[in-house]
T-cell receptor, first 107, second 114 residues
Framework: DAKTTQPTSMDCAEGRAANLPCNHSTISGNEYVYWYRQIHSQGPQYIIHGLKNNETNEMASLIITEDRKSSTLILPHATLRDTAVYYC????????FGAGTRLAVHP | DTGVSQDPRHKITKRGQNVTFRCDPISEHNRLYWYRQTLGQGPEFLTYFQNEAQLEKSRLLSDRFSAERPKGSFSTLEIQRTEQGDSAMYLCASSREEGNYEQYFGPGTRLTVT
């Protein structure tokens, strides 16, 4: 079973920041927090991952709480192409996907 | 394009037939993973390889399923005596060594069993 809890769906206006929360209260010390997204009929796309510290790359930022029990993925300026299912996964090796959050970006 | 390729992209087969899928990972990646995804669900882990060694198999991988990675490069996933319940998207991913390395997914092979 997935070790994360995410909202089923979220909406975001184009150009605004999308903040996607994730709870992972049973995360182990060596497990990383990964975020992937999947656009309809495509393979999952890696977005970002982190262990303890906040991370930022060209796609997104990842904020992990100090106790590591939750995290937030931030898409700073959402576009229509960011409409997808976003998966938060805690893992050291194989990925265990949950149901994810269906993000809809609207004009 | 992530650099992971899968062939074929689509396969339609009749129940009871055998099918084989191929995955070519990113060349410098020594870990290769197989996942299965049914409609409306997240991908489910099936098995993974470290070079040519198959290190873990999910209980989802019944005796009709077999995966190989003979030379530590490409991998094949074979399903024998297909059933309608095998209809799904079969995804392959690759990564560097274990630990904190991200997995890159291929486009998947969509299997339809009629």
């Amino acid at each position: 079973d997935a070790k994360t809890t995410q909202p089923t769906s979220m909406d975001c206006a184009e150009g605004r920041a999308a903040n996607l929360p994730c709870n992972h209260s049973t995360i182990s010390g060596n497990e990383y927090v990964y975020w992937y997204r999947q656009i309809h009929s495509q393979g999952p796309q890696y977005i970002i991952h982190g262990l303890k510290n906040n991370e930022t790359n060209e796609m997104a930022s990842l904020i992990i709480t100090e106790d590591r029990k939750s995290s937030t993925l931030i898409l700073p300026h959402a576009t229509l192409r960011d409409t997808a299912v976003y998966y938060c996964i805690v893992s050291y090796n194989k990925l265990i996907f949950g149901a994810g959050t269906r993000l809809a970006v609207h004009p | 394009d992530t650099g992971v390729s899968q062939d074929p992209r689509h396969k339609i087969t009749k129940r009871g037939q055998n099918v084989t899928f191929r995955c070519d990972p990113i060349s410098e990646h020594n870990r290769l993973y197989w996942y299965r995804q049914t409609l409306g669900q997240g991908p489910e882990f099936l098995t993974y390889f470290q070079n040519e060694a198959q290190l873990e198999k999910s209980r989802l991988l019944s005796d009709r399923f077999s995966a190989e990675r003979p030379k530590g490069s490409f991998s094949t996933l074979e399903i024998q005596r297909t059933e309608q319940g095998d209809s799904a998207m079969y995804l392959c991913a690759s990564s560097r060594e274990e630990g904190n390395y991200e997995q890159y997914f291929g486009p998947g092979t969509r299997l339809t069993v009629t």
